[in-house]
């Protein structure tokens, strides 16, 4: 099993930046990416990112492109997601996912059964 905990989110500012990371442990070697979901109150869990463990790979949601960047450290297994330029409507629960490859991870949202336990992330004044 793959064990993943999540960090790093916090109440910000519109406009403002903040880093989340994802540590995962265990079994590691039956993952071949990594990525994140959000669920917003009221809403379904959507697909944000997603980068392949050693090909260096990335997905992005359209929301987020250009805004949000995802990047691995192989060394300390783990994956970070920078999020710029927050808007009120990235207010959410932050999950990390780990799966098959990013275009797995993008497309099965809910059936995915690795998860982390969450950050949340609130963009207000």
């Known amino acids: 099993q793959v064990q993943l905990v999540e960090s790093g989110g916090v109440l910000v500012q519109p406009g403002g930046s903040l880093r989340l990371s994802c540590a995962a442990s265990?079994?590691?070697?039956?993952?071949?990416?990594m990525g994140w979901y959000r669920q917003a109150p009221g809403k379904e869990r959507e697909f944000v990112a997603a980068?392949?463990?050693?090909?260096?790979?990335?997905y992005y949601a359209d929301s987020v492109k250009g805004r949000f960047t995802i990047s691995r450290d192989n060394a300390k297994n783990t994956v970070s997601l920078q999020l710029n330029s927050l808007k009120p409507d990235d207010t959410a629960v932050y999950y990390c996912?780990?799966?098959?490859?990013?275009?797995?991870?993008?497309?099965?949202?809910?059936?995915?059964?690795?998860w982390g336990q969450g950050t949340q992330v609130t963009v207000s004044s």
């Open positions: 980068i392949s463990w050693s090909g260096g790979d990335t």
């Open positions: 996912a780990a799966g098959k490859s990013t275009a797995w991870i993008a497309a099965m949202g809910t059936r995915i059964t690795t």
């Open positions: 265990g079994s590691i070697f039956s993952i071949n990416a």
